[in-house]
């Protein structure tokens, strides 16, 4: 094998007590497409964006050109030609495709006819044409992730990092973004690609590289494997035949999605969703973090139009928020900042939404006290931290503000909870209390949703799980007994829905 334009081994990264990566390796050749892959959580963002520089590495073996480098930098990774395409795209809407690159270039020589000329050059590279003088809002998602890579290559890109580039393109987009990528290792560029959909993997990589919990499980060619070995791999065997799950028995229906759509065309990010979750039933909703999970949490609370309906104990909230709580529907943003008022203490924000209560409607020394006494309340059940209700909401750790917020939101005993991304970035103990709060919740007769990047949640706490794959749902499972996860794998990688159980 020729050397690798960019090889590393050893590597080790954490944030905080958290281990993204663990003694990982991976190499990057010439005219090779590498395929780096693992279900959410696994450390393929982190691999990638420590290569193009953005995250230093806490320990381990970097090499250029067969060289070893120290000190590693954004700034030497563009000068090295490593050019890195995020998921959430970085150009700036008011602009245009040559505008934003200009920019990005600042500090040097700014030419817009030359800058024009090579962003036209790279565009022909991969048989594109997109308006490069168009401001960047009015283009398609589409167009805006070809010119985010055609700005990369532009500067002159030998490797090239696309993050999820695919995530939130349609068929007929993604079809011509592989053959983009073919026609680029053609010609000698070294492509990392950094996916979830294993159709992709099968379609355009050379190579493949596996994460699994931070850990590369398979570092290798592409030819020769199959789709099924693939999601295996990355999910792994998991035995959940130990805990058995009870439900009410309940046929009361409280939450009934029916025909929900969000977007437009191929770039829809919701196309057909239905669905319904009866009283103390916990539905868990999977799927790899992208637009699809926060447009399906924010259009069942009501923050977000949409077409279809949602119905909450049969009163129809579709895309009105206010008559969605008024329903009794609670909802858990994936954000944390999004809920919780920081500049509010800790007994003032658990008692935001009970102010209509008859303890808070007098104003003075009553509605202090019942807010204080609110305050204690959560803080006690979940362990909020410092144990102060008069203490600011923006003071807290993001984990303490979590628990302050879910303790908000179920202390007002909803019919119906949705909670994305319940227990992001918490340590074991926060998570568990949240996810035992959620199960409470259920048994004294709540319906609830869980949607979350962590697969292990959602096998642990639900009822039945379904996967959410390119906007539609894919597939069910009942998580009463033994689960097969290889068919989760292969939903979740986006493989044929006929060959995963519906």
Not at 22 to 38: H, P, W
Not at 161 to 182: C, K, N, Y
Not at 433 to 462: C, H, K, M, Y
């Amino acid at each position: 094998m020729p050397q690798a334009l960019i090889s590393l081994s050893g590597v080790n990264k954490s944030f905080g007590k958290l281990r993204a990566l663990e003694d990982a390796s991976i190499a990057l050749q010439a005219g090779e497409v590498t395929a780096i892959v693992g279900e959410n959580g696994a450390g393929k963002s982190t691999l990638a964006k420590i290569i193009a520089g953005i995250l230093p590495m806490d320990a381990g073996a970097f090499n250029l050109d067969g060289v070893a480098v120290t000190n590693w930098s954004r700034r030497r990774a563009i000068e090295a030609g490593i050019g890195f395409v995020p998921q959430s795209l970085s150009f700036l809407k008011s602009l245009s495709i040559t505008e934003n690159h200009l920019l990005a270039k600042a500090g040097l020589r700014l030419d817009r006819k030359t800058t024009r000329a090579e962003l036209a050059e790279a565009a022909r590279l991969m048989d594109m044409s997109p308006d490069f003088d168009e401001p960047v809002g009015r283009l398609s998602l589409a167009e805006r992730q070809m010119g985010e890579i055609i700005a990369a290559l532009a500067d002159g890109a030998r490797v090239l990092l696309l993050d999820e580039p695919t995530s939130a393109l349609g068929p007929l987009e993604i079809d011509r973004l592989v053959a983009a990528i073919r026609r680029l290792a053609a010609s000698g560029t070294s492509i990392g690609l950094v996916t979830h959909r294993i159709t992709e993997v099968l379609r355009g990589a050379d190579r493949i590289t596996v994460l699994r919990a931070g850990k590369v499980v398979l570092d290798g060619d592409v030819g020769g494997l199959a789709g099924e070995d693939i999601a295996r791999l990355m999910v792994g065997d998991r035995d959940r035949s130990a805990k058995e799950k009870t439900t009410s028995g309940s046929t009361w229906t409280r939450l009934q999605v029916s025909d929900l759509c969000v977007g437009e065309g191929d770039a829809g990010m919701l196309d057909d969703v239905s669905f319904s979750v009866k009283q103390g039933e916990i539905l868990a909703i999977a799927g790899v973090a992208g637009a699809s999970q926060p447009a399906l949490a924010e259009a069942l609370s009501g923050l977000r139009s949409m077409r279809g309906s949602v119905l909450v104990d049969g009163v129809d909230v579709s895309g009105d928020a206010a008559r969605a709580a008024e329903a009794g529907l609670a909802f858990i943003p994936e954000n944390r900042a999004d809920g919780v008022a920081g500049d509010l203490t800790i007994a003032e924000n658990a008692s935001l939404f009970a102010m209509a209560g008859k303890a808070f409607q007098r104003f003075g020394a009553r509605r202090r006290a019942a807010e204080r006494a609110r305050g204690v309340e959560i803080i006690e059940a979940f362990d909020v931290r410092p144990p102060n209700p008069e203490a600011r909401a923006s003071g807290l750790s993001g984990g303490n503000q979590q628990k302050l917020l879910v303790g908000r939101e179920l202390a007002q005993k909803p019919g119906v909870i949705v909670a994305h991304g319940p227990t992001q970035g918490l340590d074991l103990a926060a998570s568990a209390t949240i996810r035992g709060a959620l199960t409470q919740a259920a048994a004294d007769g709540a319906a609830v949703v869980v949607l979350s990047a962590d697969l292990d949640e959602l096998l642990e706490i639900g009822h039945r799980l379904v996967v959410l794959t390119h906007g539609r749902l894919v597939a069910k499972f009942d998580l009463s007994g033994p689960v097969d996860m290889t068919a989760i794998g292969r939903a979740m990688a986006g493989l044929p829905a006929q060959e995963t159980p519906a």
